[in-house]
């Protein structure tokens, strides 16, 4: 729900501090596993997902791993 699917554009408040030259890739990477580990809800960018998240859990995890067995090839 942090990312969006099309762009894989990030959510602002994962990255809560400004970019910066000294910000590598296993920043960018450790964000995103703690996006995956623990979605922050409260600042979706696919508002969809977030409420299926918050209303439906067990359809959230259906689609994610059906999404999963697609893509992660």
Known sequence: MNVRQDT???CQAAIENPWEPKLTSRFVIETLLS????PMEDDPLDNDIAEQYKNDYEGFVEQAQKATSEHAQ
């Open 8 to 10: 894989g554009e990030i």
């Open 35 to 38: 996006l995956l580990e623990a």
